[in-house]
């Protein structure tokens, strides 16, 4: 079994930075890629981001190009989410979420086997 487990989220302002991190941890020979999802107050979950596990390729949502920069800590086994120019819209619960190998990839949630229990991360101002 996978254990994710989200760390990073917090109250900002607008136009700020943040870091988001998923670390983890168990059979993790077991993962093909890693993603974020994100969740806002009365939406659906929502792909934002996915790199496979060795870090060679990535992907983002239109939503977040050239905000958001996803990549793997190979020192730390963590994979972490950069957001930049935070604004209103980016306020939701921000979910870590692992594809296992050998199955269907995909970028919508039935694609994703294991799950951290998320983050908050709010902008106001």
């Known amino acids: 079994q996978v254990q994710l487990v989200e760390s990073g989220g917090g109250l900002v302002q607008p136009g700020d930075s943040l870091r988001l991190s998923c670390a983890a941890s168990g059979r993790t020979s077991n993962i093909y890629s890693i993603a974020w999802f994100r969740q806002a107050p009365g939406k659906g979950r929502e792909f934002v981001a996915r790199?496979?596990?060795?870090?060679?390729?990535?992907f983002y949502s239109d939503s977040v190009k050239g905000r958001f920069t996803i990549f793997r800590d190979d020192a730390e086994g963590t994979v972490r989410l950069q957001i930049e120019r935070l604004t209103l819209d980016d306020t939701a619960v921000y979910y870590c979420a692992g594809n296992r190998r050998f199955t269907p990839i995909g970028n919508t949630e039935g694609h994703f086997q294991y799950w951290g229990q998320g983050t908050q991360v709010t902008v106001s101002s």
């Open positions: 790199v496979t596990w060795g870090g060679s390729m990535t």
